[in-house]
């Protein structure tokens, strides 16, 4: 079993959908990050979460610690949305290495 | 500010050569951390520097290493290489902040195939 799960591994939408993406771990974490990948293969941290929510813009991301559980959310979801979003965790006893998902391939459709 | 910058963008090289990628990262940033990224295996770890020293590295054969140097740019090698290197090699670079690795910067990558 992957350390870091992330469902779905694919999701396509209508424009304008409210999305969410699910990602799992198994491990003790320190933080959480939440980035994203365009065609091409320029990677965006888009948040790092230890606790709690943090917004920016029309994305959404959630921790729950004792579940072991993130989520991220894009509201008015648009085409330029368009990406693979991976959700990685910094361990809780390694702080210098990132633990990876297998990543969620968004498709938001005009 | 520059964002973190890595060279060659793209390369070929064939089987047994071998290949030494570049990343400068952003001004200020002491931590560069480098992966693997393959169709079938996704994002992997290979080594994180700090200050010139490797703090971690991850599963990969003796034939991938790196070093830093005191401006902190980030060099990786790999030796003799094989057809399954053939890979997007990207690099981040971060403060260290309270949680050890801060929020990640990436570089556009180094697509490396190997023939």
């Known amino acids: 079993k992957n350390e870091v799960e992330q469902s779905p591994q694919n999701l396509t939408a209508q424009e304008g959908e409210f999305i969410t993406i699910n990602c799992s771990y198994s491990v003790g974490i320190s933080a959480l990050h939440w980035l994203q990948q365009h065609p091409g293969g320029g990677i965006v941290s888009l948040f790092m979460?230890?606790?709690?929510?943090k917004k920016h813009g029309r994305l959404i991301a959630t921790i729950n610690i004792q579940e072991k559980h993130s989520s991220l959310h894009i509201t008015a979801s648009h085409p330029r949305d368009s990406a693979v979003y991976i959700c990685?965790?910094?361990?809780?006893?390694?702080?210098?290495?990132?633990?990876w998902g297998a990543g969620t391939k968004l498709i938001i459709k005009p | 500010k520059a964002g973190v910058t890595q060279t060659p963008r793209y390369l070929i090289k064939t089987r047994g050569q071998q290949v030494t990628l570049s990343c400068s990262p952003i001004s200020g940033h002491r931590s560069v951390s480098w992966y693997q990224q393959t169709p079938g295996q996704g994002l992997q770890f290979l080594f994180e520097y700090f200050s010139e020293t490797q703090r971690n590295k991850g599963n990969f054969p003796g034939r991938f290493s790196g070093r830093q140097f005191s401006n902190s740019r980030s060099e990786m090698n790999v030796s003799t290489l094989e057809l399954g290197d053939s890979a997007l090699y990207l690099c981040a670079s971060s403060l260290e902040g309270v949680w050890g690795v801060g929020e990640l910067f990436f570089g556009e990558g180094s697509r490396l195939t190997v023939l």
């Open positions: 990685a965790v910094s361990l809780m006893d390694s702080n210098y290495q990132l633990i």
């Open positions: 979460l230890s606790s709690g929510k």
